[in-house]
């Protein structure tokens, strides 16, 4: 589930990779489980999971984690 106004998708995480370090902080705080580690040693989420809560967000550290409202612009995220 994704924060939703009557069924519409607000708002959605988006990850920006390349200032990922991969600490994990994002994973261990993620309520809903929503967040891993890839193989590339980048956090990465499960998009079914996660609801857009922005607590991971709060905890990055290194800004990677940014939960934009939908059609907003973001930095190069993924
Ligand atoms: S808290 Fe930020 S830097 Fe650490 S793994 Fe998560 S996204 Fe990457
Ligand atoms: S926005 Fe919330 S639910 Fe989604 S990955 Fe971050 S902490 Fe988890």
Redesign the pocket.
């Known amino acids: 589930m994704i924060r939703t106004v009557n069924d519409e998708i607000t708002a959605v995480l988006t990850?920006n990779q390349e200032w990922?370090?991969?600490?994990?902080?994002?994973?261990a705080f993620c309520p809903r489980e929503a967040l891993f580690?890839n193989d590339a040693g980048?956090?990465e989420k499960h998009s079914d999971q996660c609801t857009a809560c922005t607590v991971?967000e709060l905890?990055?550290?290194?800004f990677?984690?940014v939960v934009v409202k939908k059609g907003a612009a973001v930095h190069g995220g993924n």
């Open positions: 990850i990922c370090k991969g600490c994990g902080i994002c994973v580690i980048k956090a991971c905890f990055c550290p290194d990677a984690l």
